[in-house]
């Protein structure tokens, strides 16, 4: 009875939340890339990441370590 609970559960929070990809919108894209020394070629690549993330399709995301 637990194992088709929690089976069912599962099910249900893939079904729901497992087509929502959320990307970066125009304004978040600028404003990360105000920054940038070459905010265009910045920019441009954002952009292209956001469609492939759309598309489905795998992205590589960098990690910056934390310096204190």
């Known amino acids: ?3 088709a609970l929690n089976l069912s559960l ?4 893939l079904f ?5 990809s959320f990307s970066l919108t125009k304004n978040q894209i600028k404003n990360i890339c105000r920054k940038e ?3 265009t070629n910045c920019i441009k690549n954002l952009e292209e990441k ?4 759309q598309k489905g ?5 960098p990690v ?3 310096k204190r």
């Open 16 to 20: 729901i939340l497992g087509d929502k």
């Open 37 to 39: 020394r070459s905010e």
């Open 50 to 53: 956001k469609s492939n993330l």
């Open 1 to 3: 009875m637990k194992l």
């Open 64 to 66: 910056i370590p934390y």
């Open 57 to 61: 399709y795998l992205i590589e995301i």
């Open 10 to 13: 599962f099910l249900f929070a």
